[in-house]
C-alpha cells in the first residue's frame, strides 16, 4: 500500500500455537473455530538475539481477508496461496476433519510458510495492511475494509468476458496459463496417487502387527521356540507401529506440493489480470478509432460506415451546420480525451507486463529450487524408511533364527 | 522294457521296517524305464467309484508350465537331486527323489480332469529300477493317503492340498490354484519318502512305479469304500471314550495341537492377507511413478530430479513383486501345509483315542462278565498290544513330527526376514544413488547462486 518499509530490523514470524475456541459468528450463531498465535520477533543485527515484539491470534477468515487484499491490490504478483481450507486428498486413515489436532498442525505450519513467503517478498513485505496484520490485533478487519478493496476487485464476470475475447494478449501470458494448467493436473493427480499408495502402505505394515500377538500367545506353548517366537512378534509390533510417523513425515512432503498446486492458481490470476488489461487496452483503442472515424464522417459528409444518426439524419432532414459542429467539437474532445486514456493505458499495460513478468521470473526460480528440495526431502525419507526396515528385519530374523 | 536293476545298496540301520501292509505288491508286471512315453490315459476306461475330486473345468490348451525342469531322459544320478528337493532329517541317506510337474488336462467323454508327472529316482534295491515316471491325478493321492492310513493309523500321515478352495475362486481350477496344488503334493510325496516308516510302504511304492491300469488293479484290492464308512460312526463314539482315559503325554501332546492348530490358523490368514495388501501396494505403485515422468515433460529445470524419482519408485515396484513371490514361493505354502498337518495331527490323536476306547471297552467288557471270558480275556491281551504299538508309534511320530514343524517354521519366517530386508536393501540402495546424483548437481549449482537476500 505504501512503500515505505515497515521492517528496521530483520525479523522472524513464526505462528506457534493453535487454540480451539468458541464465539459468536456474525449471524449470532455459537461456532467453534481455531486461532493462531502469531509471534514477530526483531533480530538484532549484530548478535543475533531476537526480542519479541509482536504476538497476537488470528483466524483462518483473517488470513484470507488478508490475502484477498494482496491481491487486489497487487495485481501483477505472484501472490502466495494460503493452506487449504479442507483436508483434501486424504487416505482413509488420515482425518478429514478440521478440527483433527494433526490437520490443525499441519495449517498452523502451512499458515506459517504463508507468512514468511509474505514477509520475504521484496514487495508485499512492505505493504501496511500486511505489517498491521501482524501487529494491530484488534480493529484490522475495519482498517483493511477501509480501504475499499473489495470495490476496487475485478469482477469475476469481467475477466471472464476479457478472457474469451482478447485478441492479442502477450503469448508469453498464453503460455504461462497453459503451464499453470499442467501443473495444476499433474500434482493433483500426484496427490491422489500419493495417497492411495499411503493408504496401501499403512494395509501392509498394519497387517504385520497381527504376527506379534498371535506369536506371543503361541510361544506359551513352545518349550524350545517359545522365546524366539515372542521377541520375533515384538519386533513385528514395532514394525507395524513404525508406519505412524512415516506417513506423518510424507504428509509435510504431500503439503509442500500442495503450496505449488494452489500456486498454480495465483499464477492464474495475473495471466487474467494480464488479460483484462489488454482486453480493456483493445476496447479503448477500437473504441477510439470508431470516434475518429465519426469525427471523419462528419467533417466531410460522406457516410462510410452505417449509424443510427446517419439514418435519422436521412428519414428526418439533415441537421443544421451549426449542430454537426457542436457533434464535431464533442468528438475531437472525446478523442483527445481517448488518447491520453489510450496512451496511459498502453503505459500501464506495459509496466504491468515488466513487473509481473519480474516476479513471475522470481516465482519460477523459487520454485524450481522449492521442489527440487521437495524431491531430495522424499528421497531422504524414503531412506529413513528403508533403514528403519531393515533394522526392524535384520532383529526379527535374529529372533527367528535362534527359534 | 525291462529297466536296468541296480545292485542293492545296503540299507543303514535305525530305520524301522515298515506296518502291516496286507496288499499284494502287484508289480509282476514289467516296468517302463526311463524312456518310456508317459502313458496318456484317454484310451483308459477310467474307474467312478471316487467322487469328482478332481473334476476340472479346464480348457483343452492347458499350458504346460515350466517345474522342475530336468529331463528324465538325461541319465541324472540321485546325488544330483539333493539340491533340487529340500529333505527333512538325515540328508546323508536319502535314497528316494520324487518331483511332481507337468500338469495335463485330459478330457473324455464323461469328465475333464488333471494329471501330474511324478518322476522317482531311487537307489534301493526294492526297486526294479533306478528311475520311474508315471501320471497320477488327485483321486490316486487321496487313494494312498487313505492306504497310508489305514496301515498306519497313528502315524502322522503328512497331508494332502485342499480339493478345491471355496472362497476367492472365480475359475475353479485356475493356474495358481494347479501349481500350488502341483508343489504340495509334490512335497506330500517327498515327506513320504522322508519318513522312516512310510517310505517302506508297500502302496506308496506301487503309486510311484504302477502304470495306470496296475494301479487300477491293486486299487481295487484291499477294504472297500462302504465298510471305511462303517467305522466312522462307531469310530466318533469311540473316540468320546478314549479321551476320558487318555495318558497324561497325550493329554499334552492334545492340548499343544489344539492351541498350535488355533494359531496357525490364524498365521495363514494373517499371511494370506499380507500378500493381499502387498499386491496392491504394487499396483498403486506402477501408476505412481510414470506421474513423475509426465510432469518432467512440462518443468524444463526438473527433469532430472523428477525422472530420478520416477526411477526409484519404478526399482521399488519391482522389489515389491520380488518380495511378494518370495512370500507365496515359501512362507505361504509352509504355513499352509501345517494348518492341514494340525488337523491331521488331530485326527491321529482320536484315532488313537479310539484305539485305547477299543481295549477299555473290553475291559470293562470282563469286569462285569458279559461275555466269555477265555476270549475276552484273549482280546484283551492283542489289544494291549495294539495299544502299546500305537502309543509308541504316535509317540515316536510325534517328536519327530515336532522337531520337523520347528525346523520348518523357523525356516519359512527366517526367509520371509531375509525377503524384507532383501527389499528394504534394494530401495534403500536407488533413493540413496538418486539422493547422491542431486546433491551432486546441488553443491554445483549452489555454488554459482547468488546469495538470496532477504
Not at chain 1, 515372542?230 to 503439503?255: C, F, N, R
Not at chain 2, 524301522?16 to 518310456?36: I, K, M
Not at chain 2, 511332481?100 to 494329471?115: A, G, K, L, M, N
Not at chain 2, 504340495?184 to 519318513?195: C, G, M, S, V, Y
Request: charged content about 30%; overall charge negative; aromatic content about 8%.
Amino acid at each position: 500500500m505504501t512503500e515505505n518499509n515497515f521492517w528496521l530490523k530483520k525479523i522472524e514470524i513464526s505462528v506457534s500455537e493453535a487454540e480451539k475456541r468458541t464465539g459468536r459468528n456474525a449471524m449470532n450463531m455459537q461456532e467453534t473455530y481455531t486461532a493462531y498465535l502469531i509471534e514477530t520477533r526483531s533480530v538484532e543485527h549484530t548478535d543475533g538475539q531476537s526480542v519479541l515484539t509482536d504476538s497476537l491470534w488470528r483466524r483462518y477468515s483473517e488470513f484470507e481477508l488478508l490475502r484477498n487484499y494482496l491481491l487486489v491490490y497487487y495485481p501483477h504478483i505472484v501472490v502466495p496461496p494460503l493452506p487449504e481450507k479442507r483436508a483434501e486428498f486424504v487416505w482413509h486413515k488420515l482425518s478429514a476433519d478440521n478440527m483433527d489436532p494433526d490437520f490443525v498442525e499441519r495449517r498452523r505450519i502451512g499458515l506459517e510458510n504463508f507468512l514468511l513467503r509474505v514477509a520475504s517478498h521484496p514487495i508485499l513485505c512492505r505493504d501496511k495492511i500486511f505489517y498491521l496484520f501482524l501487529t494491530q490485533e484488534g480493529n484490522w478487519k475495519e482498517t483493511v475494509n477501509e480501504t475499499g478493496f473489495q470495490l476496487k476487485a475485478d469482477s469475476r464476470l469481467k475477466a471472464l468476458n476479457a478472457t474469451f475475447r482478447v485478441k492479442n494478449p502477450d503469448k508469453r501470458f498464453t503460455e504461462l496459463k497453459h503451464y499453470s494448467d499442467e501443473l495444476q493436473s499433474v500434482i493433483s493427480h500426484l496427490l491422489r496417487v500419493r495417497a492411495r499408495v499411503a493408504d496401501r502402505l499403512y494395509g501392509v505394515y498394519k497387517v504385520h502387527g497381527n504376527y506379534g500377538r498371535v506369536f506371543s500367545e503361541w510361544s506359551a506353548i513352545e518349550k524350545e521356540m517359545g522365546d524366539g517366537l515372542q521377541s520375533a512378534g515384538h519386533h513385528m509390533d514395532v514394525y507395524a507401529s513404525s508406519i505412524d510417523d512415516i506417513l506423518e513425515d510424507e504428509e509435510h512432503y504431500a503439503d509442500q506440493l500442495k503450496e505449488y498446486l494452489f500456486y498454480a492458481e495465483a499464477l492464474r490470476a495475473v495471466c487474467r489480470k494480464h488479460e483484462l488489461m489488454q482486453y480493456d487496452l483493445e476496447m479503448a483503442a477500437q473504441d477510439l478509432a470508431s470516434k475518429k472515424q465519426q469525427c471523419e464522417e462528419l467533417a466531410t459528409g460522406t457516410v462510410r460506415t452505417f449509424s443510427l444518426k446517419g439514418m435519422t439524419t436521412k428519414l428526418f432532414g439533415q441537421e443544421t451546420p451549426e449542430q454537426r459542429e457542436a457533434r464535431i467539437k464533442v468528438l475531437e474532445e472525446q478523442i483527445s480525451e481517448g488518447e491520453q486514456q489510450l496512451k496511459s493505458k498502453n503505459l500501464e499495460g506495459r509496466e504491468f507486463v515488466k513487473n509481473a513478468w519480474a516476479d513471475i521470473e522470481r516465482f519460477k526460480e523459487q520454485k524450481n529450487h522449492d521442489l527440487k528440495e521437495a524431491l531430495i526431502s522424499y528421497a531422504v525419507m524414503q531412506i529413513s524408511m528403508c533403514k528403519k526396515g531393515i533394522q526392524v528385519w535384520t532383529n526379527a530374523k535374529e529372533c527367528f533364527s535362534k527359534m | 522294457m525291462e529297466g536296468e536293476r541296480l545292485a542293492s545298496q545296503a540299507r543303514s540301520s535305525g530305520l524301522p521296517a515298515g506296518g502291516a501292509t496286507g496288499e499284494s505288491p502287484g508289480v509282476d508286471a514289467p516296468l517302463l524305464g526311463s524312456s518310456g512315453s508317459s502313458a496318456l490315459l484317454q484310451a483308459e476306461v477310467l474307474d467312478l467309484d471316487e467322487d469328482e475330486d478332481d473334476l476340472e473345468v479346464f480348457s483343452k490348451d492347458a499350458s504346460l508350465m515350466d517345474m522342475n525342469s530336468f529331463s528324465p531322459m538325461m541319465p541324472t544320478s540321485p546325488l544330483s537331486m539333493i539340491n533340487q528337493v529340500k529333505f527333512e532329517d538325515e540328508p546323508d541317506l536319502k535314497d528316494l527323489f520324487i518331483t511332481v510337474d507337468e500338469p495335463e488336462s485330459h478330457v473324455t467323454t464323461i469328465e475333464t480332469f488333471i494329471t501330474y508327472r511324478i518322476i522317482t529316482k531311487t537307489s534301493r534295491g526294492e526297486f526294479d529300477s533306478s528311475e520311474f515316471e508315471v501320471r497320477r491325478r488327485y483321486q490316486d493321492f487321496l487313494w494312498l493317503k487313505g492306504k497310508l492310513e489305514e496301515a498306519h493309523p497313528t502315524l502322522i500321515i503328512p497331508p494332502l492340498p485342499e480339493k478345491f478352495i471355496v472362497k476367492g475362486m472365480v475359475e475353479r481350477f485356475n493356474d495358481d490354484f494347479i501349481e500350488t496344488r502341483r508343489k504340495a503334493l509334490q512335497k506330500f510325496l517327498n515327506r513320504i519318502a522322508d519318513h522312516p516308516t512310510l517310505t517302506f510302504n508297500e502302496d506308496f511304492k506301487v503309486f510311484l512305479t504302477a502304470q495306470a491300469w496296475e494301479l487300477s488293479s491293486h486299487k481295487k484290492q484291499g477294504p472297500g469304500l462302504l465298510s471305511r464308512m462303517g467305522q466312522t460312526v462307531r469310530a466318533v463314539a469311540l473316540s468320546m471314550r478314549g479321551v476320558k482315559s487318555r495318558p497324561e503325554e497325550f493329554m499334552e501332546m492334545n492340548n499343544f495341537i489344539e492351541i498350535f492348530s488355533q494359531k496357525i490358523n490364524l498365521i495363514d490368514k494373517i499371511s494370506q492377507r499380507i500378500y493381499k495388501e502387498e499386491r496392491e501396494y504394487s499396483d498403486e505403485m506402477k501408476e505412481y511413478g510414470p506421474i513423475h515422468v509426465l510432469w518432467s515433460a512440462s518443468e524444463e529445470d526438473l527433469v532430472d530430479s523428477l525422472k530420478g524419482v520416477a526411477r526409484c519408485l519404478d526399482q521399488c515396484c519391482k522389489a515389491t513383486e520380488k518380495r511378494m513371490s518370495g512370500l507365496s514361493e515359501a512362507l505361504l505354502p509352509a504355513v499352509h501345509e501345517y494348518v492341514l498337518y494340525s488337523e491331521m495331527v488331530m485326527g491321529v490323536m482320536k484315532r488313537r483315542d479310539q484305539i485305547q476306547a477299543e481295549l477299555d471297552s473290553k475291559v470293562e467288557a470282563l469286569t462285569y462278565k458279559k461275555a466269555d471270558t477265555d476270549l475276552l480275556t484273549e482280546e484283551i491281551g492283542k489289544l494291549e498290544d495294539k495299544v502299546e504299538c500305537a502309543n509308541n508309534a504316535l509317540k515316536a511320530d510325534w517328536e519327530r513330527w515336532k522337531h520337523n514343524m520347528q525346523n520348518d517354521i523357523k525356516s519359512a519366517f527366517t526367509d520371509m526376514a531375509e525377503e524384507n530386508i532383501h527389499y528394504y536393501e534394494q530401495c534403500l540402495a536407488t533413493w540413496e544413488s538418486f539422493l547422491a546424483s542431486q546433491t551432486d548437481l546441488h553443491t554445483e549449482e549452489t555454488s554459482e547462486d547468488k546469495p538470496e537476500s532477504h
